[in-house]
């Protein structure tokens, strides 16, 4: 049986500090560290890692926000900001409409699902409400066909006034199919010509004549799961952790190791293909006007002071767990199981101060007479094997 302390303990976790919906690294110790894969910028030494790459416009790299040109001049790295991306009122030399900027982004795409999170500053102006700066951190999707195409996810985005300003983010991805589907405005559609929000949803779409289900030029929508504002003090005054914890079926958004949205078992989260990452500075297309705010003496700078990744143990997903007693719960070896059973022999008793965080792809059953007394963290989660 589960005693009535058991119950109790559920209402514990339910505001204990770590990240509610999913519980994040490194609290978890199922997640484990891809350091080949992650950055701390601080430590670089002022050279920037062989995983990236500083993207260039004169050489063919894209501008993705509109107003920004890359230029890789305009990327450096200290050991106090870590990685600099600064713009000023400079325009590109290959691209005279363009400002120079400053992006990185991954070399591969080599990165599934896992827990993605940056350290970082965003640009802004107190007082200021133009659309302006568009500091992001993303990932890059790309491998599928027309029909199952994602472009990105968004972890860091700013949307809005507000937001471009430096106050706030916006959290969501991109989802681009060949029709819009049923229950929705325009459904069958593979040629909308419209650009509307509905239902939390923008579309957009394109020319019929270009479309082709082996390419991404079809009517579009973008989950946008949450958006998050905060004028005092604003973002752009400090360091934030901004994060997702993305799997088969859900995706977690994270500031600061605080759950800001949650989806569960969408049809349309992106599968696990491989995708890059991406950190830019990018420029919003409305109402910049750079002259009046920045000058080449006077720049703008987003930092970000590391980028972290990590992926859950699944190596022992095809095994099922048994604990019978408090040693073998306290011996036991972090990964995601099958199913996991905790029958014990006698009672046992969890410690007040340990954290126990127990993943499993089909149940979690406790048998017995089990104690889990107030100050222990026991996390019992339902976790796809990816």
């Known amino acids: 049986m589960i005693t009535r302390r058991f119950f109790y303990l559920l209402t514990v976790i339910a505001f204990s500090p770590f990240c509610s919906f999913g519980q994040c690294p490194p609290a978890d110790p199922n997640w484990q560290y891809q350091k080949a894969k992650s950055d701390s910028f601080v430590n670089d030494n002022g050279v920037l890692k062989s995983i990236w790459f500083k993207e260039d416009r004169c050489a063919g790299n894209p501008s993705f926000g509109g107003g920004e040109g890359y230029n890789p001049a305009y990327v450096s790295l200290n050991n106090t900001n870590g990685l600099v991306l600064k713009v000023d009122s400079t325009k590109l030399s290959c691209y005279p409409s363009y400002f120079n900027s400053g992006g990185i982004s991954t070399n591969l795409y080599n990165y599934k699902y896992g827990y993605y999170e940056a350290y970082i500053q965003t640009p802004g102006e107190p007082g200021t409400t133009n659309l302006k700066y568009y500091p992001t951190f993303w990932n890059g999707i790309g491998g599928e066909t027309c029909d199952t195409f994602h472009t990105e996810i968004d972890i860091l985005e700013p949307n809005g006034a507000g937001q471009y300003s430096g106050i706030g983010n916006t959290y969501g991805y991109w989802h681009y199919m060949g029709h819009i ?12 010509s419209i650009y509307h929000y509905n239902n939390g949803k923008w579309y957009h779409g394109c020319d019929s004549s270009s479309y082709n289900p082996n390419n991404y030029c079809a009517c579009a929508e973008k989950y946008i799961q949450a958006s998050y504002t905060r004028s005092s003090p604003p973002l752009y005054q400090g360091y934030h952790k901004y994060a997702v914890e993305w799997n088969t079926n859900k995706m977690v958004f994270y500031l600061d190791d605080s759950a800001v949205s949650q989806t569960y078992n969408q049809p349309y989260l992106p599968s696990d293909t491989n995708v890059s990452v991406l950190i830019n500075f990018q420029l919003s297309t409305n109402n910049f006007s750079p002259n009046s705010i920045i000058s080449p003496s006077h720049p703008v700078y987003m930092y970000a002071k590391y980028f972290n990744y990590y992926t859950l143990n699944t190596t022992y997903c095809g095994t099922a767990a048994l604990l019978t007693s408090l040693s073998a719960i306290n011996s036991f070896v972090w990964g995601v199981r099958s199913s996991i059973t905790i029958t014990p022999s006698s009672s046992i008793t ?27 963290v026991l996390a019992l989660l339902p976790t796809a094997c990816n």
Request: charged residues 15%; proline residues 8%.
């Open 350 to 376: 969890l410690g007040s101060t340990s954290s126990y965080f127990f993943r499993a792809v089909n149940s979690v059953a406790i048998n017995g007479t089990f104690y889990a007394p107030k100050g222990c």
């Open 181 to 192: 589907p049923s229950g929705y405005p325009d459904a069958g559609e593979d040629s909308c």
